[in-house]
């Protein structure tokens, strides 16, 4: 007989649901083919983290697991990345859809910007799909802008961090 195991499997509060599904739905699936016993645990303002305890085989609670961590990473997500006006033509340039449509398909994501004015300080990017692959996204969309620039314009440029929404 195999031997019973616990594990914790950290979910931030907001994929919780997601985990969950209508009604159960999801989780009981995963309950179901991982041969497990899957609880929920709510973080509070304590400490506690949430995310899902699970009682198993050694084998079940790791396909649990990374069931539960696919889940979460695959979430869609939106991120709003700034880009500070004098630099937004440099991602634009003359190709300028070309250069998203490529970076678009490259990493499965939608990449779009507003129109602006050129009175903005910042020029706000949306990129939608799945965090890694935004993220990963992001990361050519700087690589782009700085293959483009110049020196002075690299030391100018200071990197924010995204806003997710």
Not at 90 to 111: A, H, T, W, Y
Request: proline content about 3%; glycine content about 8%.
């Amino acid at each position: 007989m195999s031997r019973s195991e616990k594990i914790f499997v950290p979910v931030p509060q907001e994929y919780m649901g997601i985990v969950i599904g209508t009604g159960g739905r999801n989780i009981n699936e995963l309950k179901q083919e991982t041969d497990t016993r899957i609880t929920s645990c709510k973080g509070d303002n304590s400490g506690k983290e949430s995310g899902f305890t699970v009682t198993g085989t050694i084998i079940g609670c790791e396909n649990a697991r990374l069931a539960i961590r696919h889940r979460i990473d695959n979430v869609s997500v939106t991120i709003h990345e700034p880009v500070p006006q004098k630099f937004v033509r440099l991602l634009i340039r003359k190709q300028g859809s070309d250069n998203f449509r490529v970076i678009e398909k490259e990493c499965s994501v939608k990449i779009s910007w507003p129109k602006f004015s050129g009175r903005e300080k910042d020029v706000f990017f949306t990129m939608k799909g799945s965090r890694s692959n935004c993220e990963r996204a992001k990361e050519m969309l700087k690589a782009n802008m700085v293959s483009t620039c110049t020196v002075n314009d690299i030391r100018v440029y200071t990197y924010q961090s995204c806003k997710t929404a």
